[in-house]
């Protein structure tokens, strides 16, 4: 190339910016060590620690039903599903079977939450590329579906809506019609918001052969979530580990094979459209019953391994326990997304321009303290 | 009938030169027209950012500031207010007389640029010969004082801003050059009130030159978009890559100023365009041309807001470029294109088709 052989020709002198932990583009506090030469990336070195919490080590003090109140607060735009996964993994461990209504109901908020994630995603792509009116419109509806769940729970952020063994309520009376008018609502929204950035030229520009992770280099990092299938790996947990209510409901899975940002892109618009395709196949035919099963006041999960994974708004989520048969887990992991996927970004980035990063890192939709736990 | 801020000022001016000694109160006067012009010079900042800040909420479904008068019409004054009373802090390490020199620098080459501008036939400061030439000279200026701020300012983002600014402004005057150049073909002078008069018998110039005259409207109004700065080429103060690029380490009043400068000039990029596409303070089909009293200035504000607006329009929809595209398009596709136009409207006025 010929930009090469003039880079060769002259020197240039490397240097290093940190890029964060308070930075505009990080959504957090990440801290990005960037080896630069004028504008190209020679290295990107993440730097973790700035939020961390020791969120295991507290859960391994704490009993089953509390750790489900520590989990919200690590991808807080998830947190109904990052709840569901240590209560799928505890009741994996009780060999309990929840009612089918409460499956039912926590995929239908599951894909609220899964919505209501990457209607936040959006404005922020939008905002990280210049555009910051799409954070306007996004918030627009992602209040909808914040209303709807403090209706249900009380809470719009981080919910508390799972326990072991079921839900901690019922829903709201107002709940079904509710969901329906959110999803009316936003079915001609998302035509808006491809109108907005998707079509546009310069979005375009910025964001196709951008920050391109090959299928193999997905895989063998351990990529998962949206940022997996936008290089074509299929890798819904949804799909190929069904658990609640996913087994009953059709939908597809969001595969783009370019593995750029454009790609990533995609694959978070068309899951918007399955969420919302699942949701109306499930609104409509909740079933009746129970809520909750009985379970101990104190749960004492038997001793062995448990493992359980979810499909987060941001990948697979994985729960493991390690049970000595006490009222709290001997050790607890998080196989978070957002470390796996952040793993990947120096080996991506390199060579590209600091703007590319940026729209890289959008299209990773990083939850810091799902990475910095 | 003797137009009214004209009797007004004349009035002025009367009555300075009763009081005291000829060459006392020419003084005077200029110092009176200089006050004057920073007066409107810092009314216009202001209200830029405050209708900037009302149409962004307007695209973004929000109400935009309120609270401050009526309207939220004293905001910007309140905050123009704290601006000043802050704190001018700096790193230590920073090149003082120069960081100190940068807002100056931008806010100087605006403030001189403006007074050439003809707001109406009575209501410009200087009505010079070579106006056009006079407005890309010094409108070039701000570029060396978003250099040095960045520069001086001891800081990696600071100076990556001030690097791409340099790039981007010394490219896309390239652009405003060569596109004012096209029209200035057309009207056959550097002055801008004559580029004016022009289009009273004529029509406005973007009719009169149809195709080549359009081109070069499209191409000033990106490269004029460009050059200051603004939205979708903000890359100098990109905010999600560079925190706020050249005036990261500008504080209080220092940074109020490159802001300001900003606005102005966007407001002197849309007079521009107003004078050389759309005749100026003329009224459409002369339509107020027969009421003496009606201030001419009125038509070029409302042109200009017109203009503004489209800037601010650009702003709160499109992303923003990367730099490599910035370039690309500027010296692969607006540059090549100009120079074709130009060929194009010599060839029009040639054979005399212009309209």
Redesign the interface.
Known sequence: MANQDLTTKIKTEE?F?NMGPQ???AHGVLRLLLTIDG?IIKNVEPDLGYIHRSIEKMCERDSYQQIVHLTDRMDYLSSHINNEAVCLAVEKGLEIEVPDRVKVIRTIIGELTRIASHCLWWGVM????????T???AF?DREMINDIFEETCGARLTMNYNIPGGLMFDVHPNFVNRTKEFIKHFKTKIPEYDR??TG?V??E??TKGVGILTKEDAISFGVTGPVARGSGFSSDVRKHHPYSAYDRVEFKEALYTEGDTYARYKVRIMEMWESMSIIEQLIDNIPEGEIQTTTKAVIKLPKGEYYQRVETARGELGVYINSTGTKNPYRLKFRSPGFSNLSVLNHISKGS??????ATMASFDFVIPDIDR | MMNLPLSITKTISDWVYSIMPESAATVTIWVLIAAAYLALFAVAGLYLVLLERKVAAWFQLRLGPNRVGPGGLFQTMADALKLVSKELTSTIKVDKFLFNLAPYFVIVSALISISVLPFSRHFQAFDINIGVFFLLAVSSIGVIGILLGGWASNNKFALIGAMRSGLQTISYELSVGLSILTMVLLTGSLQLSEIIEVQRTGGWLIVQGHIPAIIAFMIFMIAGTAETNRAPFDLVEAESELGAGFHTEYSGMKFAYFFLAEFINMFIIASIAVVLFFGGWLSPFGITDNIAWFPESIWFLIKVLIIIFLMMWFRWTFPRLRVDQLLTLEWKYLLPINLVNIVIMAIVIWLNWTI
């Not at chain 1, 939008?126 to 009116?133: P, V």
């Not at chain 1, 321009?353 to 940026?358: C, E, N, P």
Request: cysteine-free; hydrophobic content about 50%; glycine content about 6%.
């Open positions: 240097y910016v930075h505009p583009a504008e939008g905002m990280d590329l210049g555009a910051l009116t954070y306007f419109y627009r907005l950035l546009n310069i979005f520009k910025r321009k600091i703007a590319d990063l940026v």
